[in-house]
């Protein structure tokens, strides 16, 4: 960890508002795409954003938190957040009407392809185990290194790499075997449009 | 080949892509979620000190915050787990002694209640205390049996012996005060047991245990009254009875065997309905020659009977005497409910018979006890 974190993470926990502001500054645009990419809504990343936050100020004030890897203990705190919300309503985030993701497409076909996929991505991520969901979220989608991960999830290295493994391994299942062929058209047709 | 495997790389990498691009956060939510979060970092920060009236009691919210809180730690685990078993442990017991308190001594709940009466009396150590629970108890006797036999039940021996115990018990302790003591306490029993003894239903009077009751508390009271007289002498008589008691308790547990039981079946024998044993029926008494007053140590008329009662004093002999003039003999009548003298119950209880009869002081010269010694 450069040292510059560690003095933001010892000013973080002093509760400096300088230090505090320049946290969120850093990593809540990320925290709400994560957020907005696994719910599909971007009311409800917000909300994520503020909990993830909020959860962090009272972990400061508690005198806990991190000692070091700020980013994945902030992205640990979003993950949990987002998982509770899937237990307590699964059916919730996974409208693809609200499906935000698709303004930059250019075609409208492609664009509705793209909106069906991404639903069905996002269902299969949600059929994986949190941990699972989270390596794919991390390495697939957000591009961060193994190390990272394992360092957001608290594990070994060798454990995320496990981990990633059966993740694709179940992910491939599930958008091929259980969503069926007419649904997986869109992949093909994408897959097609991109060669 | 698995058909999920055929899905390529290439294509697991576009489904990924429509997952990263997504709408940019509005920046007026940016502002907002960040002026929120400073405000709310801001009022953490601020030193806050607990209002006046919360300053002594903020370990009570403390408290709540640790039992309500999310995750345990393994001692509360532990430490709740402990609670909860005392409180099975004890809760029920507790039930059990609560639901014992109507018991009647027919009962099987009747033990727990008798149990707790005496765990009470051992665990009191003054004696004014200590002769406030013997009435007491005395009196939840005399209701028990009186509850008895308006329900047409057979009271066992045990209930009658027990009151009598308690009142012994209490006149015995008012007998070990020092003076001053010693008179409130004669008084408090006698005044007790003089409002016992007019609560007792008249309708039962026809009934041979309640005139049995009456009997062994008017005895009592005439000792208090003794006691209120003559300190010195109801002093000495009580030393003699306890020694005589001691006695017959070492006799009972290893001279004399137990002997047969004649603890008395309902409707049998004791004190409830039925045939009456006649005074041959005592195993001790079937030999050639036996006089059952003879035959015991601690039976009525005899040497050693005579010489451990209360007696009310030399001016009631001629005149309870004259009633039954045999001390060595039962009372007259049908309606003795009395084992025959001798027998188990008097050895174990050590009373010597007093009450063994149905009228124990007229039958017993009882006035002559006071005069002839105190040496058991």
């Known amino acids: 960890m450069d040292q510059n974190q560690e003095k933001l993470l010892r000013q973080a926990k002093e509760l400096n508002l300088q230090a505090l502001a320049e946290i969120y500054d850093t990593y809540s645009t990320g925290l709400y795409g994560y957020a907005l990419r696994l719910l599909g809504d971007p009311a409800i990343a917000e909300d994520c954003v503020a909990e993830t936050f909020s959860r962090f100020l009272k972990t400061l004030h508690a005198g806990k938190g991190p000692k070091e890897h700020l980013k994945a203990y902030l992205y640990r705190i979003a993950h949990n957040w987002i998982a509770d919300l899937y237990r307590r309503s699964p059916q919730q985030s996974l409208s693809l009407e609200e499906s935000p993701e698709l303004a930059h497409a250019v075609r409208v076909e492609e664009q509705v392809d793209r909106r069906i996929l991404a639903g069905q991505l996002r269902s299969a991520l949600f059929q994986l185990t949190p941990d699972q969901r989270q390596v794919i979220m991390l390495v697939f989608i957000e591009g961060w290194r193994q190390a990272e991960v394992a360092a957001a999830l608290g594990k070994p290295v060798g454990a995320v790499k496990s981990l990633q493994h059966r993740a694709l391994k179940s992910l491939r299942k599930h958008l091929v075997l259980s969503e069926g062929e007419v649904q997986y058209e869109p992949v093909r047709k994408l897959a097609r449009d991109t060669t | ?376």
């Open chain 2, 1 to 376: 080949m698995n058909q999920s495997e055929n899905l390529p790389e290439t294509q697991l990498e576009i489904c990924f892509s429509s997952l990263r691009a997504v709408v940019p956060r509005a920046p007026g939510a940016i502002q907002r979620g960040r002026r929120d979060f400073l405000a709310q970092a801001s009022a953490l920060a601020a030193p806050v000190s607990k209002p006046e009236n919360q300053r002594h009691t903020g370990w009570i919210a403390s408290f709540v915050n640790t039992l309500t809180t999310k995750e345990y730690s393994p001692m509360y685990t532990t430490i709740a787990s402990f609670i909860l078993v005392l409180a099975l442990m004890f809760g029920g017991s507790g039930a059990a002694v609560l639901a014992a308190q109507d018991s009647l001594p027919n009962q099987s709940l009747y033990q727990v209640k008798t149990f707790t009466e005496d765990l009470a009396l051992r665990s009191t150590f003054r004696n004014e205390h200590r002769i406030q629970m013997e009435l007491d108890y005395a009196g939840r006797r005399v209701t028990e049996m009186t509850r008895l036999r308006e329900m047409q039940q057979a009271i066992p021996e045990s209930a009658y012996r027990r009151l009598e115990k308690h009142l012994d018990q209490a006149l015995l302790i008012a007998a070990r005060s020092g003076a001053e003591e010693m008179v409130r306490s004669l008084n408090q029993i006698r005044e007790r047991l003089q409002n016992q003894n007019a609560l007792l239903s008249p309708d039962l009077d026809h009934d041979p245990l309640m005139i049995r009751i009456r009997e062994m508390i008017q005895t009592r009271i005439s000792w208090a009254e003794l006691g209120l007289d003559d300190p010195l002498e109801f002093q000495q008589q009580a030393q003699v009875r306890t020694q005589f008691n001691q006695q017959a308790q070492f006799e009972h547990q290893y001279g004399h065997g137990p002997g047969p039981d004649l603890d008395p079946e309902p409707g049998v024998g004791g004190f409830g309905p039925g045939p009456q044993e006649p005074e041959s029926n005592n195993p001790e008494c079937q030999a050639e020659n036996c006089d059952p007053a003879a035959q015991d140590h601690f039976g009525p008329g005899q040497e050693v009977e005579e010489k451990h009662q209360y007696g009310p004093g030399p001016e009631n002999q001629s005149e309870q005497g004259s009633q039954n003039p045999d001390p060595g003999q039962p009372a007259p009548g049908g309606n003795n409910p009395e084992p025959s003298p001798g027998s188990n119950q008097d050895q174990e209880t050590g009373h010597n018979g007093q009450d063994s009869s149905s009228n124990p002081e007229s039958s017993q010269g009882s006035g002559s006890n006071k005069g002839n010694g105190a040496t058991p």
